[in-house]
């Protein structure tokens, strides 16, 4: 499970913070990412995204998620560069394409699928980068207040992951110690896949009848919240069902500095958009916009995503 991609406690601000302001941080950068064109400041969020990850102790696993990101990009490149007709820079000429018309190759169509491309890769470090360093388990604790059974489904669901991937390794391991050697291709894949399914709900049957003797089934998810006195903020938690406690939990500096730095990367990115200060056009002739106000951009995105991760006080696990 050396490449597994799964939340583990690390002393570091980002891991610090409470899950739902984490998870409102990486919103914010994924509603960067989907609002921002200009390459120069996409490039800029990437980087910084990727400085994130160093930050929280999890560089390594998000740079290998570049190489799952570089798969689903090539393909988007090359099929705009293929389609995309509204290029006036054509750079190579295929003839005729029959159905799909002259097949002139132009550096817009390029360039704008380079763009698209480097925003699903953006996504995807994102996505990666939340969920390995947002609590799964306290951001559905944090629902479970409106749907108590959902959260509780989707908390045992996120938990079987690792589950089902260490049984995946397992099985694969029993396979190639045996003397014909493991199946291979489809077939070794097919059989893998099928044991890994029989166990999983062998599992699923243990767990809804220790949940059932426990009386899950009768919870109504109420949760009593309490501030004890001389009780610095920490959270006390007993018990995910029925008359469970929770203490409050007061917000942290890196709680607040998160939160900040959402706020400025949504603020940067609309004032981006609405007011063309990283303006981008591909069609039907490459124009983007570079000045000083661009370059103060991207800066300005780089600093807010990582400023929260400078203060490392109050980290310790």
């Known amino acids: 499970m050396n490449g597994a991609l799964f939340y583990r406690r690390l002393p570091t601000p980002l891991h610090a913070a409470r899950a739902g302001v984490g ?7 994924s509603v ?9 400041a996409l ?3 990437t980087l910084a995204v990727l400085g994130a990850a160093a930050g929280a102790g999890v560089g390594r696993e998000v740079a290998r998620a570049l190489r799952t990101a570089a798969i689903v990009a090539l393909p988007i490149v090359t099929v705009n560069v293929l389609v995309s007709r509204e290029g006036l820079t054509v750079f190579a000429r295929l003839g005729d394409l029959g159905p799909f018309g002259q097949g002139d190759l132009t550096v817009e169509a390029l360039v704008y699928g380079a763009v698209i491309a480097l925003k699903v890769t953006l996504l995807i470090l994102i996505m990666t980068l939340a969920s390995l360093t ?3 388990d306290e951001l559905l604790r944090a629902l479970r207040r409106f749907s108590f059974r959902s959260a509780l489904t989707a908390s045992l669901a996120t938990r079987m992951v690792p589950l089902l991937a260490a049984d995946a390794q397992r099985l694969a391991e029993a396979q190639r110690t045996r003397p014909g050697g493991a199946p291979r291709g489809a077939r ?3 059989l893998l896949l099928g044991a890994v399914i029989g166990g999983s709900l062998d599992r699923a ?12 089934a009768a919870a109504s998810g109420r949760v009593r919240t309490s501030t004890p ?3 610095g903020g920490e959270r006390g938690r007993r018990g995910f069902g029925h008359g469970a406690v929770r203490l409050r939990r007061s917000w942290s500096r890196h709680d607040l500095a998160f939160a900040a730095s959402a706020l400025a990367v949504l603020a940067l990115a609309l004032a981006a958009r609405l007011t063309y200060l990283a303006s981008f056009d591909a069609y039907p002739l490459l124009r983007m916009r570079l000045d000083a106000a661009t370059l103060a951009l991207c800066v300005a995105l780089v600093a807010a995503v990582l400023l929260p991760l400078c203060d490392r006080r109050g980290v310790e696990l």
């Open 134 to 136: 947002i609590d799964p």
């Open 43 to 45: 490039a800029a969020l």
């Open 188 to 190: 070794g894949r097919v």
């Open 23 to 29: 998870a409102l941080w990486a919103a914010s950068l």
């Open 229 to 231: 006195r001389g009780d």
């Open 32 to 40: 960067a990412a989907l609002l921002l064109f200009h390459p120069l």
């Open 205 to 216: 049957m243990d767990v809804a009848a220790t949940l059932e003797l426990r009386g899950f």
